[in-house]
C-alpha cells in the first residue's frame, strides 16, 4: 500500500513486480511472479484460502519455495487455512506490512527479505506454511495478529515464536508437532458465539438454527451461563466447538457445578485448543471433508497430543 500525496487514505499501488526489483535475489535463483489480488485482505474469506492454496499446490511442484505477501488483517487466517491442507517439504512463506510505502518506517521490504532469507534456508524445508514478521518466525498453526498498529503485528501467545533472523542467519529454535491434514474442501455455515454479560439466548438460538456448525468463545477455561444450556443440550446435529475468549490458555477446570468444564464435557461438544479463528476455519474444512461430530473431535483433539 502506498499514500498518495496530499490525502490521508492510502491505496493499493505496488504490485509483485515492484517487491521482486527490492529482492537481493541470489543469481542461480529465478523467480516467478504470480499476481492473484490486490485487494485489501478484509475482502478474503475461505473461499479465496480455497483457490490460493489451489495455486500453492500447484507452484510448489515446479518451486523451491513460495512467499505470499499477504495483507495483515486475515494473514493469519489463510496461513492456518494453507497449513492444514499442504503436505509438501517445499516452504511456504508468509509475509506483508504495518506501514504504507510512503510512511516513514515501511516495512514491507524488510520483511519480503527476510521471508525471502528464510525461504532459501534449507531448515525451512518440511515446516509448512510459516508467517515471517518483524525479524520473528511463527508456525502458521498458532501465529495471531496481535497488534493493530505496530510493526511487531503477529506473535504466538500460547507457544511463542519458532524461529528468528539475525543478520544473513536463520534460526529454528524447535520444530511444530505433526497434525492432520485435509483434503482442500469446504462446506457448510459457520458462526462464531462470543460470550459476554448480556447475551441474548434468541441469537444463540438463530445461530443453531441457520449454520452448521457453532463455534463458541467461552468464559476463562470453560464456562457458559445456565441460560444457553437447553439450548447447547437439546438433540440436534450441530457440531458445537467449544474454545475460549481469552488470549491466553486453554479449557480446563475442577468444576462441576451447571455450565462448567466438567458438565460441558459429558455433553456432546468438540474442546478445541486453538484459537476461535482457527476453530471456525478447520471447522468448515471438517465439514467440506464429511465428517461427523465423531471424527471432528477427533481432528481438534489432534493438536493436544
Excluded at 491466553?248 to 456432546?268: A, I
Aim: hydrophobic share 35%; with cysteine; glycine share 8%.
Amino acid at each position: 500500500m502506498a499514500q498518495e500525496p496530499g490525502i490521508t487514505k492510502s491505496s493499493l499501488a505496488l504490485g509483485a513486480e515492484d517487491f521482486v526489483k527490492q529482492l537481493s535475489v541470489r543469481q542461480k535463483d529465478e523467480i516467478e511472479i504470480v499476481e492473484l489480488s490486490r485487494l485489501p485482505s478484509s475482502n478474503f474469506d475461505s473461499e479465496y484460502a480455497r483457490g490460493l492454496a489451489d495455486l500453492v499446490y500447484s507452484a510448489a511442484e515446479r518451486s523451491d519455495g513460495i512467499i505470499i505477501s499477504h495483507g495483515t488483517d486475515t494473514m493469519e487466517e489463510t496461513a492456518f487455512y494453507v497449513e492444514m491442507v499442504y503436505d509438501s517439504q517445499v516452504p511456504v512463506v508468509f509475509t506483508g506490512a504495518m506501514m504504507t510505502a510512503t510512511q516513514p518506517g515501511y516495512d514491507g521490504i524488510s520483511n519480503l527479505r527476510d521471508a525471502y532469507k528464510v525461504l532459501t534456508s534449507q531448515s525451512s524445508r518440511g515446516r509448512g506454511a510459516l508467517i515471517v514478521f518483524n525479524k520473528d518466525i511463527l508456525s502458521a498453526i498458532y501465529a495471531s495478529k496481535v497488534e493493530s498498529e505496530r510493526a511487531n503485528a503477529f506473535g504466538s501467545l500460547q507457544t511463542g515464536k519458532i524461529g528468528s533472523i539475525s543478520g544473513g542467519r536463520i534460526l529454528f529454535y524447535y520444530r511444530s508437532k505433526g497434525h492432520i491434514r485435509l483434503k482442500n474442501k469446504i462446506k457448510g455455515r459457520v458462526s462464531l458465539l462470543k460470550l459476554h454479560y448480556d447475551i441474548e439466548a434468541e441469537f444463540v438460538e438463530k445461530a443453531f438454527e441457520i449454520t452448521d456448525l457453532i463455534v463458541i468463545e467461552c468464559y476463562g477455561s470453560g464456562r457458559i451461563p445456565p441460560k444457553l444450556l437447553p439450548i447447547i443440550e437439546r438433540d440436534h446435529n450441530k457440531i458445537i466447538i467449544l474454545t475460549s475468549r481469552v488470549p491466553n490458555g486453554y479449557l480446563y477446570d475442577e468444576y462441576s457445578y451447571d455450565g462448567s468444564y466438567q458438565y460441558l464435557v459429558q455433553r456432546r461438544v468438540v474442546i478445541s485448543p486453538l484459537s476461535s479463528i482457527k476453530s471456525c476455519l478447520l471447522g468448515k474444512l471438517s465439514l467440506g471433508n464429511e465428517k461427523d461430530y465423531e471424527q471432528t473431535k477427533e481432528i481438534f483433539e489432534s493438536f493436544w497430543q
